[in-house]
């Protein structure tokens, strides 16, 4: 395989890593976003992790979080009105140590939205050149995607695994590397918001940010296939001439 076939293969994995970054930031944006997070799936979170039911045991879910359902509803809504930006103003249930934590949240994923784009921008670029390039002589395209693609599945879907097997492991890493302070270990004791969002309900909320991600990584796909066809159509025209018929 010549050089320009491996820059292909390595530009055909490259691609596949920045789509899948590219929609899995855009899920957990979206998913920060919705106040359903922080009230119902709240609720089925606190109940699961006590081995209940979130409508059998209410009242024990009521009395663990601190708030009833009226409360946390209005709590789930201002939450993600701040989240969205639209509204600075956080649930008086939060101490300061809370409402830091919850600025550096915010912060995040507003930087998870913009990152999606620059990812979705790369991932376009990378089309084009491939386009460009399967059309140089002794470039074997078919083949080098092939190898390139696979190479990104597999890695994908090694570290997809290992996350899903070691969720708790990469739920502390993770908090580790993003944030520069400690602010995120808190004290069910006297943090409501751990009580609100235990661990359980980041589950829940990575089951959603997948399902997600993956119809957004078809339609994304799709449409760059698309781009390809356009842009390999394109270049031969302006290499070759028109193309007959």
Known sequence: ????????????????????????????????????????????????????????????????????????????ETVASYMRGTSDELPVQLNEKERIHFADVRRLIQLAGRVSSIFLG????????????????????GRAMAI?????????????????RNFSTAFYWLHDLVFTNDLWLMDSRTDICIRVMPMELFEIAAVHCLKRAL???????????????????????????????
């Open 215 to 245: 119809w957004q990584i078809v339609l994304i796909v799709f449409l760059l296939v698309l781009l390809t066809i356009f842009m390999r159509r394109l270049i031969k025209k302006w290499v070759n001439g028109p193309i007959p018929g």
């Open 1 to 76: 395989m010549n050089i320009k076939s491996i820059i292909m293969g390595v530009g055909a994995a490259l691609l596949l890593i920045a789509v899948v970054f590219s929609a899995s930031l855009n899920a957990l944006h979206a998913e920060a976003l919705r106040a359903e997070l922080y009230d119902e799936d709240s609720r089925v979170a606190v109940a699961v992790m006590h081995g209940g039911d979130p409508i059998r045991d209410a009242a024990a879910v009521e009395a663990y979080i601190g708030m009833d359902a009226e409360e946390q509803h209005r709590f789930a």
């Open 122 to 141: 790369f991932a376009v670029l990378l089309t084009v050149f491939g386009a460009w390039l399967a059309e140089h002589p002794g470039v074997r395209a």
């Open 148 to 164: 390139g693609t696979a190479t990104g599945v597999v890695l994908l879907s090694a570290a997809g695994f290992w996350t899903g």
